[in-house]
């Protein structure tokens, strides 16, 4: 079983996205160990890139102070990797795919194995050409996660099918960023999903309140925010943590 699993065995999941080495690596630790304390079942940790098309402005700009800070993918795997000493609760990478083809491809994801990862978001990698990844993942057992857009419509069925970890349903169009309204009929997608997998899925993309929180989780099985806690990074800085374990507090005890 995917250790992914775990993070919905207890009610709805609570992904939390947070930019490793956003304002430093120091401080994206002791976020994570916030949220997790306070909650958050699964961590969504973004390795920055400097071109992050589905990316919106919040997620960008931490991308580049993350960037400009020094990070490295190396460091962040030495993160990772000394952070897994005492957080248990499944991660997940979300980059992109050139930065995997530029590390190598076997190299990056047998040490996502060795620092336990436990699955892989790229979300410029299209569903028809997982293949240059897939055998790679299989091999070293960490989960590739399949994304579902509001434009998938005929391709639900086929995505589902061959779904790993949990699916990351896509609520809107555009670039992440958080919305006032969600528009999509998402509860016609999920319900497409679960003909086809009995992988979990969580909802993505512009969920910031725990009003939307509580709604996008009577829908699926859990929600993924991203950019509401990057601004308590951008807000903060090195005293974000704090600010961010009151938060996914409100948003986990809303989901409830």
Do not use: W
């Not at 060795?114 to 293949?131: Q, Y």
């Not at 993942?137 to 086929?158: F, W």
């Not at 009995?198 to 009003?211: K, N, R, W, Y």
């Not at 009151?246 to 005890?253: C, G, R």
């Amino acid at each position: 079983m995917s250790n992914i699993r775990k993070a919905f065995e207890n009610g709805k999941a609570f992904i939390a996205f947070i930019t490793c080495g956003d304002p430093d690596l120091e401080t994206t630790a002791a976020a994570i160990r916030a949220a997790v304390e306070n909650g958050a079942d699964l961590i969504e940790l973004g390795i920055p890139f400097s071109d992050p098309t589905a990316e919106g402005p919040v997620i960008q700009g931490a991308n580049i102070r993350a960037l400009n800070g020094g990070v490295t993918t190396d460091k962040i795997f030495a993160f990772v990797k000394e952070l897994r000493r005492n957080v248990k609760v499944p991660m997940v990478f979300m980059t992109y795919a050139n930065v995997v083809f530029s590390y190598g491809a076997e190299k990056f994801i047998s040490t996502c194995r060795d620092i336990e990862i436990d699955g892989l978001i790229l979300p410029d990698l299209p569903f028809e050409e997982k293949e240059e990844f897939i055998s790679l993942c299989h091999k070293y057992g960490v989960d590739l996660v399949s994304l579902i857009a509001p434009t998938s419509e005929n391709r639900i069925a086929m995505i589902a099918k061959e779904a790993e970890g949990f699916l990351y349903i896509v609520s809107s169009l555009g670039v992440t960023g958080t919305r006032s309204e969600i528009k999509t009929d998402l509860t016609s997608v999920v319900k497409a999903v679960r003909e086809n997998t009995d992988v979990p899925c969580a909802i993505g993309f512009g969920i910031s309140t725990p009003e939307q929180a509580g709604r996008m989780a009577g829908i699926s099985d859990g929600v993924i925010v991203g950019s509401a806690i990057i601004k308590l990074f951008e807000k903060y800085g090195k005293d974000a943590p704090e600010h961010i374990g009151e938060y996914v507090k409100s948003m986990k005890d809303a989901m409830r």
